[in-house]
């Protein structure tokens, strides 16, 4: 039989009454479909099952918890998180929808398949978590306001970008049509069983982007406290936001507490060390990235081979498009590829400058548009004094750093580090580095051609003190190792990291010692920097 002919009997089988179920049930032994296994969950289950039982015996009685997740990576992790909370006493409910992916549409037998299996395996947790599929068990229709039918658009805008990695987006495409279908469906059923079954805080992972994004606005619309997280490239860690999207970095909190303090002997040479790592392109601690593909030569040799003069040079980095790092980053901008294209005009006829762009090396594994080809549709022939180094290009960013005299980004941290470098940055987005004293932040593009006037006519007035260098470097600090907090279950490593530090470790003295505030954040202890204790 062709693709073509089980699809349209798959689609016809979708609508009759429990056949995808039995399928499941006889043919398939119970078995996941591969595109949505949770068999890590189903083999470590009866473990945390019994550490749970344990725990709860000498526990207090908690909040009333509603967790949230979609796709089957982030069930398994809030199935864990779920059951952590309940062995402390917390009256747990884990609500999902049965999604493989977010890309493409799923017909309705195979979504019914994976419902039926993910729901057999999550009524194991009983009674220790209430799980509960929002594909099949509904509260009555809701509608939705208009300023939630906005969110909804919005989201939907955004899954297209970060899909695509693009920016610009046409609703008439069947990916957007089909995310805000998914997501106007996910604020309807969250709304209505929010609003029937309230509960004290709400738990989402990421809070920015599909039925995630959706679940946080949709409960903060409700003045529900909600608590969103999400996972870097630290092991050990994760970044946590109270009443607010996670992704969007936001340190303010934690800068008011520690801008005054100085840094000691032993904090600056551990921010050294991991800056010295992100230069060699090496691997740092419980980092499990590096940030370059090529190792330093140094800024002359950069120089020689790019063919760079003694003009000033203008180090301009971009993002990854469609970066979620970058979805609605706007200050004054239409979108980052816009700002490139009106710096590249702004810099033609500046012949007295030199203009490097350097396209971010994530390009490599993105399938969107490059800011390759956005250069080039706007100007096949670049001037010479413009230079375009592509994502493939066997260049070391921080090379270019060292003959910089001037950084231009949009939200990257090589803003950060090229600050911390005494390189002038100017900031185009909405970044979390932005405003805090060491960059410089135009709020139009009026004043932004007027601080590049400026600067270009005389780069040496802009010389960063040595005062906001220190600040710069103090920020990275406080950025990469405080606002990052304890957690034991990565997202990635979830099981390697679980059977390191299962639910009776990370519940010890010792354990609480290290994680217990963050699960104390999880459920709405408020989190004030000021209260925090940082290493010395």
């Given at each position: 039989m062709t693709i073509v002919g089980k699809e349209a009997i798959k689609k016809i089988l979708g609508n009759v009454p429990y056949t995808a179920e039995l399928y499941w049930l006889f043919r398939q032994n119970g078995k996941p479909i591969s595109r949505f296994s949770l068999h890590q969950l189903e083999k470590n289950l009866p473990n945390i099952i019994e550490q749970v039982k344990t725990l709860r015996e000498t526990a207090q009685?908690?909040?009333?918890?509603f967790i949230f997740a979609t796709l089957h990576y982030w069930i398994e992790h809030a199935t864990l998180l779920g059951l952590a909370l309940a062995s402390q006493g917390h009256d747990v409910t884990l609500a999902y929808l049965p999604f493989s992916e977010w890309r493409s549409p799923i017909n309705r037998f195979d979504l019914r398949r994976q419902n039926i299996y993910a729901k057999r395996l999550l009524t194991k947790t009983e009674p220790f978590l209430k799980a509960v599929s929002f594909l099949s068990k509904r509260k009555p229709y809701v509608a939705l306001n208009s300023e939630l039918e906005e969110m909804v658009r919005q989201i939907s805008v955004f899954d297209s970008q970060y899909t695509e990695q693009i920016e610009e987006i046409d609703i008439n495409s069947d990916l957007y049509k089909l995310r805000y279908r998914r997501n106007r469906d996910a604020a309807q059923t969250i709304l209505g069983w929010l609003k029937a079954d309230r509960p004290d805080v709400v738990i989402v992972p990421n809070g920015t982007i599909m039925e995630l994004g959706v679940c946080y606005n949709v409960s903060r619309s409700l003045k529900i406290p909600t608590t969103t997280y999400e996972f870097s490239d630290q092991r050990n860690r994760f970044w946590i936001a109270q009443n607010a999207e996670v992704m969007r970095q936001n340190t303010h909190g934690l800068w008011?507490?520690?801008?005054?303090v100085v840094l000691n002997n032993d904090q600056m040479d551990r921010v050294k060390s991991l800056m010295?790592?992100?230069?060699?392109?090496s691997l740092w601690e419980n980092f499990s990235r590096m940030?370059?593909?090529t190792p330093t030569e140094g800024g002359e040799k950069i120089r020689q081979s790019?063919?760079?003069d003694n003009r000033p040079i203008v180090l301009l980095a971009t993002n990854v498009l469609g970066d979620s790092l970058t979805l609605g980053r706007q200050v004054f901008t239409k979108s980052m590829a816009e700002w490139i294209e009106r710096t590249v005009q702004y810099f033609v006829p500046r012949n007295d400058t030199q203009l490097v762009i350097r396209v971010h090396p994530g390009e490599i594994l993105t399938r969107g548009v490059s800011i390759v080809d956005i250069i080039h549709n706007l100007m096949p022939e670049l001037p010479e004094h413009i230079h375009l180094i592509k994502p493939k290009e066997k260049v070391n960013t921080y090379d270019l750093m060292e003959i910089a005299d001037l950084g231009l980004v949009y939200t990257t941290t090589v803003g950060l580090e090229m600050a911390m470098s005494g390189i002038p940055v100017i900031v185009v987005g909405n970044t979390h580095y932005r405003n805090l004293g060491f960059t410089l932040d135009p709020d139009s593009y009026v004043s932004y051609y007027?601080?590049?006037?400026?600067?270009?006519e005389d780069p040496t007035q802009y010389r960063?003190?040595?005062e906001k260098i220190d600040l710069a470097w103090k920020y990275a600090y406080h950025f990469f190792f405080d606002f990052p907090r304890p957690f034991p279950w990565h997202l990635v490593h979830m099981w390697e990291d679980y059977r390191e530090k299962d639910l009776m470790h990370v519940f010890t003295n010792e354990g609480i010692e290290e994680y217990g505030d963050s699960f104390k954040y999880l459920?709405?202890?408020k989190l004030d920097w000021n209260k925090i204790h940082f290493d010395p």
């Open positions: 009685p908690g909040k009333k918890v008011e507490a520690r801008k005054e010295a790592a992100r230069h060699s392109a940030w370059q593909g790019l063919g760079l007027k601080l590049l006037g400026s600067m270009l960063m003190s040595k459920v709405g202890e």
